[in-house]
């Protein structure tokens, strides 16, 4: 009997310290208000072990973490034009992406994992093209503000 107990009671400690990763959606789109080719959500701050899922609502879109964008040991993410994708991270940091096909349009994103903020002289040395320069540099006062309240 005692050894069900502690079985048991191991078990329930288990099941008690698992914890359900959150999943968040982000919409492709050829328009959202007054912006052309966007992502709905430009800054995503999730949790380590969250899933985001890429809802392509119009067509000709995708997600590609742009190089040296991302922390070190996440490797290459290209999704094909047109189809939904997910992404589960498992290392915290800061990624960028963007639309392949729109990067110069401005169809840029960030997510930050976990609140941590170690890589960002990198991103922020990225050189963005067209008109991302100019979508970038909003969001990525926004994510130097966060990370200086962090």
């Given at each position: 009997?005692?050894?069900?107990?502690?079985?048991?009671?191991?078990?329930?400690?288990?099941?008690?310290?698992?914890?359900?990763?959150?999943?968040?959606?982000?919409?492709?789109?050829?328009?959202?208000?007054?912006?052309?080719m966007?992502?709905?959500?430009?800054?995503?701050?999730?949790?380590?072990?969250?899933?985001?899922h890429?809802?392509?609502?119009?067509?000709?879109?995708?997600?590609?973490?742009?190089?040296?964008?991302?922390?070190?040991?996440?490797?290459?993410?290209?999704?094909?034009?047109?189809?939904?994708?997910?992404?589960?991270?498992?290392?915290?940091?800061?990624?960028?992406?963007?639309?392949?096909?729109?990067?110069?349009?401005?169809?840029?994103?960030?997510?930050?994992?976990?609140?941590?903020?170690?890589?960002?002289?990198?991103?922020?040395?990225?050189?963005?093209?067209?008109?991302?320069?100019?979508?970038?540099?909003?969001?990525?006062?926004?994510?130097?503000?966060?990370?200086?309240?962090?």
């Amino acid at each position: 009997m005692k050894l069900w107990r502690s079985v048991l009671l191991i078990f329930s400690l288990s099941i008690s310290l698992m914890v359900k990763a959150d999943e968040l959606t982000i919409q492709m789109l050829n328009a959202y208000g007054t912006e052309k080719m966007v992502y709905d959500i430009k800054i995503a701050n999730i949790n380590l072990g969250d899933t985001i899922h890429w809802i392509s609502i119009d067509k000709g879109h995708n997600v590609e973490f742009i190089k040296k964008g991302v922390p070190e040991g996440v490797g290459k993410f290209k999704s094909k034009v047109g189809k939904n994708t997910s992404y589960t991270f498992s290392i915290p940091g800061i990624y960028a992406y963007q639309c392949t096909p729109h990067k110069t349009l401005g169809m840029i994103g960030f997510v930050v994992v976990g609140s941590d903020y170690h890589n960002l002289e990198n991103i922020r040395k990225l050189k963005f093209l067209g008109k991302s320069k100019k979508v970038a540099k909003p969001l990525l006062e926004t994510i130097t503000a966060d990370a200086s309240k962090s």
